[in-house]
């Protein structure tokens, strides 16, 4: 059961511009939702995160907005830049259980 | 403090075999979580262990077990290994289960030929 959904498999963004990677989830449940970024031979590192009582939190080049009734969530990056192509993943859990991973989405980010 | 660490890093098995990997979590940490990881599919959470015991399971076949020693350090066990079983596996720490961030090793991939 695919409880949380990214559709894009893939986005290409110029650098200094914005990219924009977007999240679904079908468990109205969940209240912690967290990006992880992945580089080719290591593990995903953690991001950025927010809870279900706020719709922003921001870190820098970072901020990731939350839509519960949309049942959405998105990450911004502004302005990206080429040391940020990676494989981003939405996660979401609730009450401390496990968490559900999107399929990721590949972000290049071109020079 | 030292990350996560996973070993070994790579690994080729051949089909019905068994495999062990495993996992030392960042110092401190009681929580260890397993994904696996294959393309297209993201990470598929298998099983989250704390204290020794196991707190949550996926979706896996039972072929897919686990186990966590009282030092936290964990191991998973594929056996009769299937040629679908080749992915990248993927441990996963954090201090505890109430906490929310969880921290990665590197992973292991496992080639079933």
Known sequence: ?111 | KAGVTQTPRYLIKTRGQQVTLSCSPISGHRSVSWYQQTPGQGLQFLFEYFSETQRNKGNFPGRFSGRQFSNSRSEMNVSTLELGDSALYLCASRLARSTDTQYFGPGTRLTVL
């Open chain 1, 1 to 111: 059961d695919q409880q949380v959904k990214q559709n894009s498999p893939s986005l290409s963004v110029q650098e200094g511009r914005i990219s924009i990677l977007n999240c679904d989830y079908t468990n109205s449940m969940f209240d912690y939702f967290l990006w992880y970024k992945k580089y080719p031979a290591e593990g995903p590192t953690f991001l950025i995160s927010i809870s279900s009582i706020k719709d922003k939190n921001e870190d820098g080049r970072f901020t990731v907005f939350l839509n519960k009734s949309a049942k959405h969530l998105s990450l911004h990056i502004v302005p990206s830049q080429p040391g940020d192509s990676a494989v981003y993943f939405c996660a979401a859990r609730r009450n401390n259980n496990d968490m559900r991973f999107g399929a990721g989405t590949r972000l290049t980010v071109k020079p």
